[in-house]
């Protein structure tokens, strides 16, 4: 979420939503994510981060791996 924050250019939007922190921080977080109308946005950028969480993993392991074309 933080990383998300800070890949934003428009200053007010990353500050809004980097500014949650603590217990409820992800309810704020999403929250406020729809309210800006940015939720596509994210969920593009998280799912690009697990992919890349999980190849990583794949890779130090030594596990093979063949990357699927997206289902729209």
Do not use: C, N
């Not at 500050?15 to 946005?41: M, N, P, Q, W, Y």
Request: glycine share 6%; net charge negative; hydrophobic share 45%.
């Amino acid at each position: 979420m933080e990383r998300f924050a800070q890949s934003l250019t428009d200053a007010a939007v990353s500050d809004k939503l980097d500014a949650a922190h603590g217990r409820g921080a992800f309810r704020r977080f999403k929250h406020s994510v729809h309210r800006l109308g940015i939720a596509d946005e994210w969920h593009r950028f998280r799912d690009a981060a697990l992919e890349e969480i999980a190849i990583e993993f794949l890779e130090a392991h030594g596990i093979a791996y063949q990357r699927e074309p997206l289902q729209k």
